[in-house]
């Protein structure tokens, strides 16, 4: 019987042939329809209740000045910081995995989060630093975990369990550091470093809003231009370096971009756990397509986190949760699957 293709080869009027993967594409759509219906309904939740019609006609601009300032000032730099942490943290991971070859290659694991967290711990704790210097000082502790990473992993190039390894070392060690750090913290500033900890999008605004969108605007064309000789690489260095794939230099350039999108969405809502883990491997899941799935993982860490916040802030009653507990309890329970299917696949 003849198997049935969603692939679609188009010729543009300039003589470019692209080749499209239908189910991929019809993914990615439903994707962005789903993080846009989640960012829409988090906009209209909370004590000022505003219904969807209301919330899509003021932020067209038709709406009064009280919808106007609870929309566009109070509530949109949230739901605009979610959708770019999911979709950093999203593509990052997929980067991570696709590089080490390994599902469990994700920030998380490999330490990068915690190494952010250590460089935001110690603006905290040792120099009682403002929001913005924490932000700073996130942003270099991913820095320097990914250097670290990166150099430790080194030998004759970097390969996926030598990476994994390395990074389950890092991780330990920069988790140790922290939980240094929160011994020697006084009480107000342990409190606020645990608030931190949890990772959370209340009380963004568009001070967060737009260097994230700046990381994310000159990383994210970066990683799509590298995507074919990604691709290459999850072949083996031998055989990508035969179809003229500079391995090294291709695999520099997109875990400094990983990194770089990790540490920026980690300083700008805290280091909220396996958006990175689960976002790749659930796109690939939907999109049954071959390769990294750069930008269907992208967009299902935008919707996942969104909707994640929409839960935490819905699901709970009156309680409303940080959305770091929700992504970590629904990212916990799909790692523990993740490691019995492994298991049982005979690949750990």
Known sequence: MKRRTTHRAVR??????????????????????????AGVALIGTGDAKIPAADVLRTLAGNGNAYQD?????????????????????GLGGALFQSVSRNPLGSP????????STAGALVVIVLLSGST??????????????????????????????????????????????????????????????VVWMTGSLDGRDWDQVWPLLAVCAVLVPLVLVN??????????????GALGVRVQRVRLVLMVCAVLL??????????????????????????????????SSLCM???????????????????????????????GGYLLWLLVAERRAGRI
């Open 69 to 89: 300032f609870i929309v566009n000032e109070l509530r949109l730099p949230r739901v605009l910081v979610g959708l770019l942490v999911g979709a950093a943290l």
């Open 301 to 331: 860490g935008a919707a996942l986190l969104v909707a994640a916040d929409w839960a935490a802030q819905r699901a709970f009653g009156a309680d409303q949760l940080p959305v770091g507990v929700v992504t970590g309890v629904l990212g």
């Open 262 to 295: 990790t540490a920026a969405a980690t300083a700008a809502a805290g280091p909220v756990s396996f958006v990175a883990l689960t976002a790749p491997q659930l796109a690939r899941r939907l999109t049954r397509s071959p390769g990294p799935n750069l930008v």
């Open 227 to 240: 995507a074919r000789g990604l691709r290459m690489l999850e072949m083996g260095d031998d055989v990508a």
């Open 108 to 115: 998380d694991v490999l330490g990068l989060s915690q190494g």
């Open 12 to 37: 543009t009027p300039g003589g470019l042939s692209l080749r499209l993967d239908l189910r991929a594409l019809t993914v990615v759509v439903l994707l962005l329809a789903a993080a846009g219906a």
């Open 132 to 193: 913005t210097q924490v932000t700073v000082g996130a942003l270099a502790g991913g820095l320097v975990t990914g250097l670290a990473l990166y150099l430790l992993a080194w030998k004759q190039g970097v390969h996926g369990y030598r990476l994994v390894l390395v990074g389950i070392g890092v991780s330990a060690i920069a988790t140790a550091v922290n939980g240094y750090l929160l011994t020697k913290a006084d009480l107000v500033d342990a409190a606020r470093a």
